[in-house]
């Protein structure tokens, strides 16, 4: 990975063969990022994606062993259980021009990884949700509308 920063934002270049999810997640910790946002374009292969069953409380997972253009990647950064965390979501275009799209479990950059990750200054923490079944974010210290 190779990166510089932009005003408050940093630009991450991911080269072949780096963990897509895993080295954000890394580069947070590095950094001591406590919550922010990020997104995403480039390329990507031998990635799995998930669909939340919301009843069932779980996911429907698929692996695509296929390169894939990273039409946008969004999410964001928080922690769980005291780690570092990145939730994000892939829109991927395969080879028919067809897109796929979901819950971002990981995945291999294949030719590179253009990333803006904007930190935020108040720590955000994911908390377990009973009724969804899902590490929800939890915003008790903000205010409620
Ligand atoms: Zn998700």
């Given at each position: 990975?190779?990166?510089?920063?932009?005003?408050?934002?940093?630009?991450?270049?991911l080269?072949?063969?780096?963990?897509?999810?895993?080295?954000?997640?890394?580069?947070?910790?590095?950094?001591?990022?406590?919550?922010?946002?990020?997104r995403?374009?480039?390329?990507?292969?031998?990635?799995?994606?998930?669909?939340?069953?919301?009843?069932?409380?779980e996911?429907?997972?698929?692996?695509?062993e296929?390169n894939?253009?990273?039409?946008?990647?969004?999410?964001?950064?928080?922690f769980?259980?005291?780690?570092?965390?990145?939730?994000?979501?892939?829109?991927?275009?395969?080879?028919?021009?067809?897109?796929?799209?979901?819950h971002?479990?990981?995945?291999i950059?294949?030719?590179?990884?253009?990333?803006?990750?904007?930190?935020?200054?108040?720590?955000?923490?994911?908390?377990?949700?009973?009724?969804?079944?899902?590490f929800?974010?939890?915003?008790?210290?903000?205010?409620?509308?």
């Amino acid at each position: 990975m190779k990166y510089i920063k932009q005003a408050e934002s940093y630009m991450l270049r991911l080269d072949p063969g780096e963990l897509f999810v895993g080295s954000i997640t890394d580069f947070a910790a590095a950094k001591n990022i406590m919550s922010g946002e990020l997104r995403a374009l480039g390329a990507i292969k031998d990635f799995e994606l998930g669909y939340y069953l919301i009843k069932e409380k779980e996911y429907v997972r698929k692996k695509f062993e296929v390169n894939a253009e990273i039409v946008n990647a969004i999410g964001n950064l928080a922690f769980r259980d005291g780690k570092p965390f990145s939730h994000i979501h892939l829109a991927a275009g395969l080879p028919d021009f067809s897109v796929v799209g979901g819950h971002l479990f990981e995945g291999i950059v294949s030719a590179t990884a253009e990333i803006t990750v904007t930190p935020w200054p108040t720590k955000m923490d994911r908390k377990f949700d009973d009724n969804t079944g899902l590490f929800l974010l939890d915003l008790s210290c903000g205010e409620t509308a």
